[in-house]
């Protein structure tokens, strides 16, 4: 495929946040928030990204590129899951490991302790433990911070607790680094909420942060973007193949 002017300039960020076996997922309810995609979907877009030349990159190298500081290999994309769940680890981590990538496992940590038992709006999916997360890490992915307990920030803020804040992402730092020995380097925000005073917050602890969209229309990384702004696309089973190939080619806004 011949890559255009805009693959090169536009970066696309893929979130996602479950990986179901096609034969026990979740229903899905048309018009609602979906959180995962079919396990065969999964391999398919896997294989399209393999097919089609693109390369998986980490969130130094981008942003490393953002600061003018390193090029970047054709036909970026950064792959993401939010949420530590098991069933990454179960059923994405071995679809990547064929291809080598690194992709980005941003981490609840009170989740992966066992301290939290569910996010609150979300019901019961089991989670990765911080062995399961060490082993993504020898295997080349990033740990990200998301969090010790997927807190709202924005309603914190709001609220007036800005020392809650902090705690949250502090104690997020500490338990990454007393578990897996590494500092986390980037941050995506729990719901995608946020305010500026919550990114001020954030700027203090990390130099790179990611939101994410559900609806069209598509967000790509810029040389232009604020790098505590990234936006990212959520990949469920709402999104339609032909739409996913539309986000990551640059060709078309979603058709809703
Ligand atoms: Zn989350």
Redesign the pocket.
Known sequence: MIQTARNRDQVPILVY?RVHPDDDAPPIVAGEYCGHVLLSNFVRQMRYLDKHGFSVITYRELYDWLQDKASLPPRPVLIDF??NRGVVYDYAAPVLAEYGWPATC?V?TALADGKLPEIPHEGWYSAMNWQQLAQLCEAGWTIGA?TQT?ANLRKLDEAGYQDRIEAELRGCCEDIERELGCTPFCF?Y??GQWNEAVEAVVSRFFPIARHWHEFSPFHYVTKSTNPLRLPAHNISEQLSFADFVAFVEQTADMVQ
Do not use: M, S
């Open positions: 946040h939010d949420d941003f609840i998301h997927h995506a729990p719901q």
